[in-house]
Structures are given as C-alpha cells and as structure tokens.
C-alpha cells in the first residue's frame, strides 16, 4: 500500500490567494481543507504581504505536508502589472515554504488544466466541476481560486504518482 502524504496546493494572488490540503495515498485523494487567505484592499501593499505570509506560515504548521504545489507565474503583456503583484505574493509563499523546509512544486496553469481535465486550455468551470467529481464533493468548489489550489495539489499528486509508476 501507498504511503499517505499531503501536498498543500495554493494559488497565489495578492488580494485572494487559495489554498487546499490533498491527502493522497489512500485508494484516491481526499480533501482536508480548503479556503482563501483574502487581504483587505486598502491595506499597502507590504501590509497584504505581511498578512499572506502569516497565514501561510499557519498553514504550514497545521497541515504540515510534505510538498507545496504553487501555480507558475503567467506574464500576460496586456497585464503585466497583475504578473508583478502575484509575484509579490507567490515570493512570500516561496520563502514561507523554504523557511520550513518544505519542498516546492512549480506548475504551469496549462499543465494543470491538462493534468486535471486532458485540456490545457480548461475554463475555469471545467476545472471546478471535474475536481467535484475527481473528490466527490458535494458542491463546486468555489471561488475559483479555491478550485485553482486544489488543481495545483492534484496535478502534483498527480505528477508523483506517474514517477512512482516507473
């Protein structure tokens, strides 16, 4: 039997940044928690930093997984400023990880969507309502950055799982 190990998924952003726990190595994966760390909008930016790097470090200590599996950065030339503050936000989840010494996955979000639906280029309601199946849930999971998060652990479970194959 499969040893069981979690991989916290996060999407990072800097006003809403998802999260979610993955158990795996069971007969199938199985969601612990998942959630948003949301930053007020009014606060500077260096406060919402502050504020997502505390939270990540609280994640950390209580689900304690083995990997964190983070969305890559996606620079679109029409929105490069929105590139730059997930940045922020995705380096402060980078240093929290490394801080604890957890080991980090990097996912581009088209390997993601392939990983989660077969398509790449997967609407974001694609993602949400294959992840209900895929773990059974009651419900979508939502916001998308939720969603999001949990396709991130998944992929990366995923990707563990293929290696472990060979």
Known sequence: MEEQMRILGIDPG???CGYACL????????????????TDS??????????????????????????????????????PRTAILMGHARGVILQKCAEAEIEVRSFSATRIKK?????????????????????????????????????????CANSISSVAEF
């Open 115 to 155: 990983s989660i639906t077969g398509n790449g280029r997967a609407s974001k309601e694609q993602i949400q309502r294959t992840i209900q199946t895929i773990l059974s849930l009651p419900k979508l999971p939502e916001p998308s950055d939720v969603a999001d998060a949990i396709a991130a652990a998944i992929c």
């Open 42 to 79: 009014g606060a500077a930016i260096e406060e919402k930093l502050n504020r997502i790097a505390e939270d990540i470090e609280s994640l950390l200590k209580s689900f304690r997984p083995a990997i964190v599996a983070v969305e890559q950065l996606y620079a679109h030339y029409a929105h």
């Open 23 to 38: 158990e795996t190595g069971a007969e199938r994966e199985k969601l612990i928690e998942a959630g948003v760390i949301r």
């Open 14 to 16: 800097l006003q809403v």
